[in-house]
């Protein structure tokens, strides 16, 4: 079974930084890709920074204001967001698609959420 649990968000002024965090535990064989979503109050999930392989992307909105990273080791994934808007307020879900005994293909992998509120 594998587990992903997420940590650092919080309420920040417009312009202030927050790094998330997502832990991942269990068994898996492959890690396939590993991600940030976010879903704002109304709106659909989106995806947010991506890494696949070692190629990270990111949807427009947050270039050049967020980075991925992954410690392979700790199998810890970031999230550093920096410069946030009103607009990046969302719950912020990290993802894995990874492959297991079960899965050996890939499957999806969801954390349970942090909020990540940004408020003057």
């Known amino acids: 079974q594998v587990h992903l649990v997420e940590s650092g968000g919080g309420l920040v002024q417009p312009g202030e930084s927050l790094i998330l965090s997502c832990i991942l535990s269990?068994?898996?064989?492959?890690?396939?890709?590993v991600g940030w979503y976010r879903q704002a109050p109304g709106k659909a999930r989106e995806l947010v920074a991506q890494?696949?392989?070692?190629?990270?992307d990111y949807t427009d909105s947050v270039k050049g204001r967020f980075n991925i990273s992954r410690d392979r080791t700790t199998k810890i994934v970031y999230l550093q967001m920096e410069n946030l808007k009103s607009e990046d307020t969302a719950v912020y879900y990290c993802?894995?698609?990874?492959?297991?005994?079960?899965?050996?293909?890939?499957?999806?992998?969801w954390g349970q959420g942090t909020q990540v509120t940004v408020s003057s």
């Open positions: 269990g068994d898996w064989h492959s890690i396939y890709s």
């Open positions: 993802h894995h698609h990874i492959g297991t005994s079960e899965f050996p293909w890939g499957h999806d992998y």
């Open positions: 890494i696949t392989g070692d190629t990270a």
